[in-house]
């Protein structure tokens, strides 16, 4: 309980201490002392509660509900100030709803019923806190070398007249160290009212992550997201109102047992916290919130799309797949469970669409957002699919996803301050100009798509999981998405991998902070991937098992023959990109032909070739986007349409099916 305690405190603390530093050198070091602090706290807890069954703690004490109820109210009160002084007055109307709920939930609710364990941990919960204890620190440690040169940048923006962000890194570390806490108490908390305090810290970081340069495209896009939230947050208040006021449980341990028992009795709650949770995970149609965050810097998109926010959701939806499988409620009619099919349908849907967009995006950071939503879904469909294969596929779609996003993003934030863009276009001579840089990147790209990383075995076990259950449907939409991924990693991959003669290395001036968190990230994902067997069989499958009666299809336990040969190809990788690397080096390339002989570089610095006509031609590489036939707008409206139409129907039916049992229950 004390580490537990830590994790949340600490990192509290050490947001204040960023906070009010008086420089940036004294920052620094409690960056890199809490962040190594936290890593190390996160490891000895997780170490501890891996194997085995859950670990309760009572740690509950209406002190502590109180300092809950007051930091809700806190933030409620901040979002309403924000928005009355931007004239959002709709956000404003939301942030009043929620506190007038919070204030039910207190004093109406939570007061009469009893909790008796507040605090756990077990297998699910020990692997988030090793995402976020390491990942997420990882981050804020690479966020020390990227804001120094953010920071340049915008200054000289701002002496050439143009709209600069003011520096504000104190209180932008200080969010990203309190983002932290927020989650470790998400994935921590068995007691829902505190689980939701952390829920809305989430969203209020982020709004002020997102908006950190204070443009006008940065406040509107920060405003998204926080509304859109704010809505998941109203539905997992009322979910909360509803299980303590009408079956006297606001644990969600207990309320899974509940609903075990009498599953229609806790449709209604469960519905809306599954909206809670796929709002959060940024699922179609509140898929634009997540989109919006790209204009943040780096290690903000990072923090969100590996190890917090959007893994909060996930999180959830995985706690809560035992009441959604196998499709059928246990009740004596065994009618259809519209929450597990809706959330399915949702969640491939979304995997589907937002692959198939991401076909037709060359920015970096758009190609990665539009993965993330896509491989959200996939887990989303794997948690409303609630077998034992599926809740294993979930997991190690999670683990493996952040992971490799988490290098990826941090890989494209130094690409984009030496190469000048997040063009993939722009990549083409990535390999020459940051050959390191390059190196790490492909690895995170294989990491996506490639065997025998991680994220290829997951979709191959989900695959499964589904056949079992005989849902053709979401099968082909799999095998499409799939192939979609397959397309766009395939065109990133091959731009890094052009090299092009007379260019500078300019990989030299990166900081030693960003090289630090880089190499840890791939070190994660190369020892997830060479470790998969081993975590399998001791950590997913006995917790899937535990949690949905039923085989687990996995690699074949304490294999150490499959881990080494994983661990061969894994490392391939590198070493095949850094021969390219050193094979550009050597100064004996030849003189290409691109139907004319090549002329080299011209007085711009452009290589040419002579044409079949005799003239000087633009020496180019360009992949195929297909906008008109992908087009995102159109794609993104169907996609949301189908999805709100898929909620609505799910949240009726949820609702009827609650109160026939609720009224049928009092009659007898």
Same mark, same amino acid.
């Given at each position: @309980?004390?580490?537990?305690?830590?994790?949340?405190?600490?990192?509290?603390v050490?947001?204040?201490?960023?906070?009010?530093?008086?420089?940036?050198?004294?920052?620094?070091?409690?960056?890199?002392?809490?962040?190594?602090?936290?890593?190390?706290?996160?490891?000895?807890?997780?170490?501890?509660?891996?194997?085995g069954?859950?670990?309760?703690?009572?740690?509950?004490t209406?002190?502590?509900?109180?300092?809950?109820?007051?930091?809700?109210?806190?933030?409620?009160?901040?979002?309403?100030?924000?928005?009355?002084?931007?004239?959002?007055?709709?956000?404003?109307?939301?942030?009043?709803?929620?506190?007038?709920?919070?204030?039910?939930?207190?004093?109406?609710?939570?007061?009469?019923?009893?909790?008796?364990?507040?605090?756990?941990?077990?297998?699910?919960?020990?692997?988030?806190?090793?995402?976020?204890?390491?990942?997420?620190?990882?981050?804020?440690?690479?966020?020390?070398?990227?804001?120094?040169?953010?920071?340049?940048?915008?200054?000289?923006?701002?002496?050439?007249?143009?709209?600069?962000?003011?520096?504000?890194?104190?209180?932008?570390?200080?969010?990203?160290?309190?983002?932290?806490?927020?989650?470790?108490?998400?994935?921590?908390?068995?007691?829902?009212?505190w689980?939701?305090?952390?829920?809305?810290?989430?969203?209020?970081?982020?709004?002020?992550?997102?908006?950190?340069?204070?443009?006008?495209?940065?406040?509107n896009?920060?405003?998204?997201?926080?509304?859109?939230?704010?809505?998941?947050?109203?539905?997992?208040?009322?979910?909360v109102?509803?299980?303590?006021?009408?079956?006297?449980?606001?644990?969600?341990?207990?309320?899974?047992?509940?609903?075990?028992?009498?599953?229609?009795?806790?449709?209604?709650?469960?519905?809306l916290?599954?909206?809670?949770?796929?709002?959060?995970?940024?699922? @179609?149609?509140?898929?634009?919130?997540?989109l919006?965050?790209?204009?943040?810097p780096?290690?903000?998109?990072?923090?969100?799309?590996?190890?917090?926010?959007?893994?909060?959701?996930?999180?959830?939806?995985?706690?809560?797949?035992?009441?959604?499988?196998?499709?059928?409620?246990?009740?004596?009619?065994?009618?259809?469970?519209?929450?597990?099919?809706?959330t399915?349908?949702?969640?491939?849907?979304?995997?589907?669409?937002?692959?198939?967009?991401?076909?037709?995006?060359?920015?970096?950071?758009?190609?990665?957002?539009?993965?993330?939503?896509?491989?959200?879904?996939?887990?989303?469909?794997?948690?409303?699919?609630?077998?034992?294969?599926a809740?294993?596929?979930?997991?190690?779609?999670?683990?493996?996803?952040?992971?490799?996003?988490?290098?990826?993003?941090?890989?494209?934030g130094?690409?984009?301050?030496?190469?000048?863009?997040r063009?993939?276009?722009?990549?083409?001579?990535?390999?020459?100009?940051?050959?390191?840089?390059?190196?790490?990147?492909?690895?995170?790209?294989?990491? @996506?798509?490639?065997?025998?990383?991680?994220?290829?075995?997951?979709?191959?076990?989900?695959?499964?999981?589904?056949?079992?259950?005989?849902?053709?449907?979401?099968?082909?939409?799999?095998?499409?998405?799939?192939?979609?991924?397959?397309?766009?990693?395939?065109?990133?991959?091959?731009?890094?991998?052009?090299?092009?003669?007379?260019v500078?290395?300019?990989?030299?001036?990166?900081?030693?902070?960003?090289?630090?968190?880089?190499?840890?990230?791939?070190?994660?994902?190369?020892?997830?991937?060479?470790?998969?067997?081993?975590?399998?069989?001791?950590?997913?499958?006995?917790?899937?098992?535990?949690?949905?009666?039923?085989?687990?299809?996995?690699?074949?336990?304490?294999?150490?023959?499959?881990?080494?040969?994983?661990?061969?190809?894994?490392?391939?990788?590198?070493?095949?990109?850094?021969?390219?690397?050193?094979?550009?080096?050597?100064?004996?390339?030849?003189?290409?032909?691109?139907?004319?002989?090549?002329?080299?570089?011209?007085?711009?610095?452009?290589?040419?070739?002579?044409?079949?006509?005799?003239?000087?031609?633009?020496?180019?590489?360009?992949?195929?986007?297909?906008?008109?036939?992908?087009?995102?707008?159109?794609?993104?409206?169907i996609?949301?349409?189908?999805?709100?139409?898929?909620?609505?129907?799910?949240?009726?039916?949820?609702?009827?099916?609650?109160?026939?049992?609720?009224?049928?229950?009092?009659?007898?």
């Amino acid at each position: @309980m004390g580490i537990i305690g830590f994790l949340i405190v600490f990192p509290l603390v050490a947001a204040i201490l960023c906070l009010v530093s008086p420089n940036r050198r004294l920052r620094e070091v409690v960056v890199y002392v809490s962040a190594t602090a936290i890593a190390v706290a996160s490891i000895v807890l997780a170490s501890g509660h891996l194997v085995g069954g859950s670990t309760y703690f009572t740690g509950h004490t209406h002190v502590i509900d109180w300092i809950f109820l007051v930091v809700d109210l806190a933030l409620c009160a901040y979002i309403m100030w924000r928005s009355l002084s931007a004239g959002r007055k709709g956000i404003f109307a939301l942030a009043c709803i929620q506190a007038l709920l919070v204030c039910v939930l207190e004093f109406g609710v939570s007061g009469s019923v009893n909790v008796s364990r507040a605090v756990y941990i077990d297998s699910l919960s020990s692997i988030m806190v090793l995402i976020i204890g390491v990942i997420g620190s990882g981050i804020c440690v690479y966020a020390i070398g990227y804001m120094r040169d953010f920071q340049k940048h915008q200054a000289e923006l701002a002496a050439e007249g143009k709209e600069a962000a003011p520096d504000r890194q104190n209180l932008f570390f200080a969010v990203m160290l309190a983002f932290l806490s927020a989650m470790f108490g998400i994935v921590l908390f068995n007691d829902m009212a505190w689980m939701l305090t952390m829920w809305e810290a989430t969203t209020v970081c982020s709004f002020f992550l997102i908006g950190y340069t204070q443009t006008a495209e940065a406040t509107n896009n920060a405003f998204r997201q926080i509304w859109m939230n704010l809505l998941g947050g109203i539905g997992f208040t009322l979910a909360v109102i509803y299980s303590g006021s009408t079956l006297n449980v606001i644990e969600l341990d207990r309320f899974v047992n509940y609903g075990l028992i009498s599953p229609s009795f806790t449709m209604l709650p469960l519905a809306l916290l599954a909206f809670a949770a796929l709002t959060k995970a940024a699922q @179609m149609p509140f898929h634009t919130w997540l989109l919006g965050a790209m204009v943040a810097p780096t290690p903000t998109s990072a923090l969100l799309h590996s190890s917090t926010m959007v893994k909060a959701g996930v999180f959830l939806l995985i706690r809560l797949s035992p009441l959604m499988g196998p499709f059928i409620t246990a009740s004596a009619n065994a009618s259809i469970n519209p929450v597990a099919v809706s959330t399915m349908l949702v969640g491939c849907i979304t995997f589907l669409v937002c692959s198939i967009i991401a076909i037709s995006q060359s920015n970096a950071k758009r190609i990665l957002a539009y993965s993330t939503i896509a491989n959200l879904g996939l887990i989303v469909t794997c948690a409303g699919v609630g077998t034992a294969e599926a809740i294993w596929a979930a997991i190690f779609l999670l683990i493996f996803h952040a992971a490799a996003k988490s290098l990826l993003f941090l890989c494209v934030g130094t690409a984009e301050h030496h190469v000048g863009s997040r063009d993939v276009e722009r990549f083409d001579t990535l390999v020459s100009r940051m050959p390191k840089l390059a190196s790490l990147m492909a690895l995170g790209i294989c990491g @996506m798509y490639v065997a025998p990383f991680g994220m290829l075995i997951s979709k191959w076990a989900a695959l499964g999981a589904f056949a079992d259950s005989g849902m053709m449907l979401i099968i082909i939409m799999l095998g499409f998405g799939s192939a979609a991924t397959f397309f766009f990693w395939t065109k990133w991959l091959g731009k890094i991998l052009c090299s092009a003669r007379n260019v500078d290395n300019v990989e030299t001036t990166v900081f030693v902070p960003e090289w630090i968190a880089l190499v840890v990230m791939a070190a994660i994902m190369v020892l997830s991937c060479v470790l998969l067997p081993f975590i399998s069989s001791s950590i997913v499958s006995p917790y899937a098992s535990r949690l949905m009666s039923g085989n687990i299809w996995a690699p074949t336990p304490d294999d150490l023959i499959i881990m080494a040969i994983m661990a061969i190809i894994v490392l391939t990788v590198p070493l095949a990109v850094a021969l390219r690397t050193r094979a550009n080096s050597l100064n004996d390339q030849r003189q290409w032909y691109m139907n004319g002989v090549g002329l080299g570089t011209n007085q711009d610095g452009v290589e040419t070739f002579r044409g079949s006509l005799g003239g000087e031609v633009l020496y180019e590489q360009r992949n195929w986007y297909m906008e008109d036939l992908f087009n995102e707008a159109k794609l993104s409206r169907i996609g949301g349409i189908i999805c709100i139409l898929v909620a609505l129907v799910s949240i009726a039916c949820a609702f009827g099916m609650s109160y026939i049992s609720y009224f049928v229950g009092s009659v007898i």
